[in-house]
């Protein structure tokens, strides 16, 4: 992995940056590294634990998650920066603000998300690609980041913001010119992942394919559990394991695979 100073990571919605990268978004910032999350919606049609808030209110609190969660992630370390997509300096200057709103999904098969029966106009999928690529120009012209960090083709689970999100990201640093490092997708779940199986029985050899940085850093266990249970509204942290609000349970992850894009 290259020096890096500065980085922008990019992701979909509040969790997927502690979910997916938690630990390293952790060492980096107590290592000195300038990093940037770009969230490019604010989750507000993810599933949520019962009887926590909907509709704007659960926007509003799932704003609220992900700055806690940063908070958590950066330390005594240097402050984690965080901008949603479509807000300056995530934005073309001399446009309003634009709310990305989440585009929904559903369950294909367990552990595999696919777009939902209808996404509202207003949502990220919905939108333009040109414009919120466009978007993401504007602060990689801003941060300047040694690195651009984002998902692959695979969009981790195939949830179709993620999949848009790595559209942005792939189109955005082609345009800046910056290099870009790809967060490896979980292994398409197969026809055993049935029933109560948990999520990482499918995904144990994520990656396993692709070449790259694997990236553990045990030691952040207990920071990235700490950012993880300021997320309440969308899942609990149990006997040191993650239970998903349909379920599911996954190990609470300090590693990840990352891969030069191409």
Wanted: glycine letters at 10%.
């Amino acid at each position: 992995m290259p020096e890096i100073r500065r980085a922008v990571v990019v992701h979909a919605h509040p969790d997927d940056e502690t979910l997916s990268s938690g630990a390293l978004l952790a060492a980096w910032a107590r290592s000195g590294v300038q990093v940037t999350v770009v969230t490019c919606t604010r989750g507000e049609r993810g599933e949520v634990v019962p009887g926590t808030a909907r509709g704007s209110a659960l926007s509003a609190q799932r704003i609220g998650e992900i700055r806690a969660a940063l908070a958590v992630l950066s330390g005594d370390g240097v402050p984690i920066a965080h901008v949603f997509l479509g807000s300056p300096p995530a934005r073309v200057q001399g446009q309003g603000p634009r709310n990305y709103k989440d585009s929904g999904m559903r369950w294909v098969k367990p552990g595999v998300a696919g777009p939902a029966d209808e996404a509202d106009e207003d949502s990220f999928t919905s939108a333009p690609r040109d414009e919120a690529t466009a978007d993401l120009v504007a602060l990689l012209a801003e941060v300047r980041p040694d690195v651009v960090v984002g998902y692959d083709a695979g969009g981790t689970y195939g949830h179709p913001d993620h999949v848009r999100a790595y559209e942005i990201t792939r189109d955005a640093a082609r345009i800046a010119g910056m290099q870009r490092l790809e967060i490896v997708s979980d292994v398409a779940p197969d026809d055993r992942a049935a029933g109560d199986m948990h999520l990482d029985d499918a995904r144990r050899d994520a990656g396993a394919s692709r070449e790259g940085d694997f990236v553990d850093l045990p030691e952040l266990l207990p920071v990235v559990t700490a950012a993880l249970e300021c997320y309440h509204t969308q899942l609990t942290v149990r006997d040191g394991v993650i239970v998903h609000v349909g379920g599911q349970v996954q190990e609470i992850s300090t590693h990840v695979r990352l891969v030069a894009a191409e």
